[in-house]
Structure formats: C-alpha cells, structure tokens
C-alpha cells in the first residue's frame, strides 16, 4: 500500500527555474520567504533569514549590493539551504567551490541541481512498468529499503568530498612546500 499523501507531496515539489528567480534585488526576509516557499513541506530545508547572513558572512556567495539578494544569489542560497540538510556546510562550500574552479555558470549548476533533484524524488514510487518486480514490497519496507539507499549515498559523498578537499589541498601544500625552499 502507498501513502498517497507522502507521494502527493513528493510530486508536487518542484524548485523554481532559474529564469523565474527574482532578479530585483529581493531583501533578506524576501529571500528568505521565496526560498521557503516551494520547501514549505520540507521543515528540514527550512532557512531563517539569520542563516542566510551567516552563509553571506561565511563568503559561500559573493558579497550582496546594497542589502538585496541577486538572482544568482537566491539560486545559490536554494542549493545551499537543500544541501546543507545532507552535507555538511564545508561540503557544501567544497562543492560550490568545485563548481566555480570548473567555471560553471550559476545559472547552470543550479538547472541541473533542480531537474536531478526533482528526478530524484520521484524514484520513491517506481513507475507501472517496474512495480511487477517490486509487487510484494510493503510502504514499510520501501521505507526501510529508502533509508538504505540514503545512507549509501551519504556514505558515498563523505568519502567523495573527503577525497576532493584532499586533491584541492594538495596544490596548495605543494605550493607552500616550495615557498618554504
């Protein structure tokens, strides 16, 4: 039996697209409100308007003009605000990092960030043409069955960012041994 109202909400949820992000220069409580819009059903995404300045503060984004939020801004609290209820906040500066050494546009990263995210929550409730297989499967255990393959997947970033932060060190160490010479 499937809950229809977890999958109710799991379908709903859908991040804005990069080009209907505000780019007025939206105010902190402004930014705030928009991002916890589309994950009001979602409390462990939350972020309070003191977050986002810590995020500022902390240099995760560039520097806002004159107290209001940019486009490319929002996006990137929205990505920060998702990941960070997985990652911790040095993966999440890691991989925001990684992205701006690879030159990836804002815009860019953050369209693919939505569509594999919203990909990715529809896996919970598998299509007709695969149910056969997973026919006697109970919500229980395809609970049980989702907890794993969080965990794998947690596991897998830990040692992912492990191994990145230790080859984005390695120059730098390198760099500083030969200063040393």
């Known amino acids: 039996m499937e809950n229809k ?3 109710d909400k799991l379908d709903q949820f859908e991040l804005p697209v990069y080009e209907e992000i505000p ?3 939206l105010y902190l409580e402004q930014v705030s409100r928009y991002i916890n819009g589309p ?3 979602f409390p462990e995404m939350k972020v309070t308007p003191s977050m986002i300045s810590n995020y500022a503060k902390a240099k995760l984004f560039l520097r806002v003009n004159k107290k209001t939020y940019s486009r490319e801004q929002i996006a990137i609290v929205f990505f920060i605000t ?5 990652l911790s906040i040095e ?11 690879k030159n990836y546009s804002v815009q860019k990263g ?29 919500e229980d255990e395809k609970m049980l069955k989702n907890i794993c393959t969080a965990i794998a997947h947690k596991m897998y970033l830990e040692r992912y960012f492990e191994a990145l932060q230790s080859t984005m060190q390695e120059p730098t160490s390198k760099h500083k041994q030969n200063d040393k010479k």
């Not at 998702?82 to 997985?86: D, E, H, L, M, R």
């Not at 993966?91 to 050494?101: E, G, I, K």
């Not at 594999?116 to 043409?129: C, D, G, M, R, W």
């Open 110 to 138: 953050y369209e693919y960030f939505r569509s594999e995210l919203q990909n990715a929550v529809t896996i919970f409730y598998e299509p007709a043409s695969t149910k056969n297989k997973n026919a006697n499967i109970t």
């Open 5 to 7: 109202a977890i999958k």
């Open 23 to 25: 780019d007025v220069g």
């Open 39 to 41: 994950l009001a059903e």
């Open 91 to 101: 993966y999440v500066r890691t991989a925001l990092d990684l992205f701006r050494n």
């Open 82 to 86: 998702i990941a960070k209820s997985v």
